[in-house]
């Protein structure tokens, strides 16, 4: 069957499900296969438990005819996804970069709902199955889009841009991220790259982060049709960057005016001077973009600031690499209060043979805070140790927590990060 006529029955379904454990009613269902489950399997399951359709790729499976047999199930879902997108004439942002693309997103998406209903990827759905999951649920009550797209290995993003054709788009940044799959920090150029491959093709706008060498470096080797700089002129000023962002823009016929903001760091500013840009290429007044990122407050595992008891804790537990976790650690040296400040650092995962380097750099880096306590946790963080030789080392999270339950800290001032393998937000349980 082809993909326009999969298509004329995906309209007369409610939506897609690729999950018989979360299914409603009249969806397409696509059988994708995992680590644990072949999904062909489910596809009787699928159907008794209301799914209008089923998409598998094994015939042996296809025993109703709701059933519809195709070669691959996830290219077909890929594909599906970019038919549909090529139905609608919005404009649709597409980002992508080592890190800040989800806080990025998020601020892009909350600027641009001050004018345009927005359609903006939920949570981090933002690789091989999240993209095209997030584009099928696009729907022409939509004004505009934003579409974070990640990867971890070359070809990734120019695959993602194939299904979502951004008309506009930005690289948040590029540093040492997923380093195993992308063979290095040119190998991430390269690989974040493709998402400017892509805007020259298209003849796409792009935005550009004109204080970000490298990123300005990759814009001057390519010619697009439209380029948008920001953090170029004094429209918006960093005031301070500790414990959290504060801002001032300057706008039309008013006086400039200062904004507080609930995110951490010079990283966060530069995440909320796109999304200002994004949003006065749009028509957004500075007034409401301005307000629209003051409001924002992350509550995603990702710069959040917590209080728990007398302690403060900056939870930045999501994700970790050698750049974001030298930003977030840099920004906590900088950092001024009158508590004790300590760190707990988890591994920081697929960074191949680097990891070892990478570790200890981060080791050498934290060496140069003053810090009350220094708390090391997982297999890769016994490279930090050579320059903390009075750290805290746990070899995983879970004599991790012994040990601080046992500790009960008070009074400190407490930055948790590490990768998403390491699940450090569970930490937070430690402290009362
Ligand atoms: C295929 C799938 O949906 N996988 C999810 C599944 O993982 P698993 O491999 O264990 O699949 P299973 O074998 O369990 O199941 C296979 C399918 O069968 C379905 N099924 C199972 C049982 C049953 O009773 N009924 C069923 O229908 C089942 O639903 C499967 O469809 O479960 C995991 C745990 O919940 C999920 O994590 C996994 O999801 C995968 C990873 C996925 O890709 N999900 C996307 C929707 C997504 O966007 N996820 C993002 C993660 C994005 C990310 O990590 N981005 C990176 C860069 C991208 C790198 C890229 N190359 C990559 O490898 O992903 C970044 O740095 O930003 C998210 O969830 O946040
Ligand atoms: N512009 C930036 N430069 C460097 N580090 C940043 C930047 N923005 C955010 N970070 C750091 O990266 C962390 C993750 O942010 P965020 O989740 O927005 O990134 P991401 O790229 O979406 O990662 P993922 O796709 O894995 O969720 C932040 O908590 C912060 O430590
Ligand atoms: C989970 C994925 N988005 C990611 O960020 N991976 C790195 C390696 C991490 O877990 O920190």
């Known amino acids: 069957m082809s993909i326009a006529e999969i298509y004329e029955k995906f309209k007369t379904c409610t939506g897609v499900s690729t999950d018989t454990r979360k299914i ?45 047999l195709v070669n691959d199930v996830l290219y077909t879902l890929q594909k599906l996804a970019n038919y549909h997108r090529q139905q609608f004439s919005i404009p649709l942002i597409g980002l992508t970069g080592s890190n800040g693309k989800t806080t990025s997103k998020e601020l892009v998406a909350a600027v641009l709902s001050k004018k345009y209903k927005t359609y903006y990827t939920k949570g981090n759905l933002n690789n091989h199955i999240g993209v095209p999951l997030t584009i099928l649920a696009l729907d022409d009550s939509y004004e505009i889009a934003v579409i974070e797209m990640g990867a971890n290995h070359q070809g990734e993003i120019r695959d993602l841009c194939n299904i979502c054709e951004p008309t506009h788009g930005f690289i948040t940044n590029v540093g040492k991220a997923h380093l195993e799959g992308f063979g290095g920090v040119e ?32 814009a001057q ?10 953090l170029k002129d004094n429209k918006i000023v960093l005031v301070k960057d500790s414990p959290i962002v504060v801002f001032s823009t300057q706008e039309p016929n008013r006086d400039p005016h200062t904004y507080t903001t609930n995110l951490p760091g010079w990283y966060n500013f530069e995440n909320i001077a796109a999304a200002l840009a994004i949003g006065n290429f749009f028509g957004v007044s500075v007034k409401d973009a301005s307000e629209a990122v003051s409001a924002y407050n992350p509550d995603n595992n990702r710069s959040q600031i917590i209080q728990k008891g007398t302690n403060s804790i900056l939870l930045d537990a999501y994700n970790a690499n050698p750049s974001s976790m030298s930003a977030a650690i840099q920004n906590f040296i900088n950092l001024k209060t009158d508590k004790g400040k300590i760190v707990i650092l988890g591994d920081m995962l697929e960074l191949g043979d680097e990891a070892p ?8 880096l934290v060496a140069k805070g003053d810090f009350a306590l220094v708390v090391l946790a997982g297999k890769l963080m016994a490279s930090a140790l050579e320059p903390l030789p009075k750290a805290y080392y746990f070899p995983d999270k879970f004599s991790l927590h012994n040990w601080l339950l046992d500790k009960q800290i008070q009074n400190s001032f407490i930055l948790i990060k590490g990768s998403r393998g390491m699940g450090l937000e569970s930490t937070l349980q430690c402290f009362a």
Request: one cysteine or more; aromatic letters at 12%; proline letters at 1%.
């Open 357 to 364: 380097a990478e570790h200890k750099a981060i080791g050498e």
């Open 187 to 218: 190998g991430v150029k390269k690989g974040k790259g493709e998402l400017y491959d892509f805007l020259v093709k298209s003849g796409a706008t792009v935005f550009l982060n004109a204080k970000n060498e490298a990123l300005v470096g990759m």
């Open 221 to 230: 080797s390519r010619k697009f049709n439209q380029t948008v700089e920001y």
């Open 24 to 68: 409603d009613e009249g969806v397409m269902f696509f059988a994708l296969k995992g680590a644990q489950f072949n999904a062909n399997e489910f596809a009787r399951e699928a159907l008794e438990k209301g799914a209008k359709y089923v998409v598998i790729d094994e015939a042996q499976y296809a025993t109703d005819p709701a059933c519809i």
